[in-house]
């Protein structure tokens, strides 16, 4: 067991390397001179170079790339070239949001998810079996943004039941911060909500199909006993790898529901920074987003140990 948690780790290690190799090279091959854009329209040469060389950015790529990867393992990620506040206090304020809409989604995702999985692989070929395969395949290819107008359109413009756009803390009350998160929440769910039911399905079918499932059903065990104390559990491997990985996922899905709903979150903190070259923030937020991409899946791997115990060895 220690040994397969080392191999992990080492693994981990390496990707977050070679990670921090690749977004940093991809920000700095990338048209466009962040210099350039901050000095303005009107400014000359010696001024652009003067940004330059205050940001660093005249130094050789690899004395560069040394000054960041230092600073990252001390925890410091610069400052924003554009808003000139150190880039984790931009990222903290703006984490509420992108952490709020991702913990309802991944709930909402994960609870319908595998219970509409299970309840379509106990009555396969069924009505609701084939309701699912068409809301698995109208979910999953659909974008979020079409799902998000839409939304907004019939429920928030049309009936008027939640707010159209904008966020409010959850210091200033649980039932407004809910009612400004039903439709971001439920415009990113969907395709989560699918995905994790297809693949649910798929995985308990193969474990209802095996000889010792039979015999519990012939020994006399309830639905509920066969369903979720054996077949759940033995099918839930590839149900842990997609709920890991679609939490994962999210980071790309919450960048195009907050553009969507005007949430003030991650997404938006990444979009404004795309459009102002502002290094520093990119970077940032891409090496915190990989480093919880990473650590997802190494918790993913790690609890292979608990629903397989021959992992251990």
Known sequence: MGAYVLRRLF?????MAM?????FLLLRLVPGDAPAMLAGDRATPDMVAAIREQLGLNRPLSVQFIYWALGILRGDFGNSSFAGLPVLILISQRLEPTISLSILTM????TAGVSFGIFAAWRAGGFVDRMLTAFSALGYSVPVFVIGYFLSYVFALQMRWVPVQGYVSIDQGLARWFMHLILPTAALSLSYI???ARITRTSMLEVLSEDY?????AKGA???AMLFHHALKNAGAPILTVIGLSFAYLIGGVVITETVFNLPGIGRLVVDAIGNRDYPVIQGVLILASGLYVL?????DLAYTLVDPRIRY
């Open 194 to 196: 699918a995905y994790i």
């Open 222 to 224: 309830s639905t509920y």
């Open 11 to 15: 693994a981990a290690i390496a990707v």
């Open 107 to 110: 709930i909402v995702s994960v």
């Open 296 to 300: 997802v899946n190494l918790a993913v």
């Open 213 to 217: 499932m039979r015999t519990a059903a």
């Open 19 to 23: 990670v921090g190799i690749f977004i």
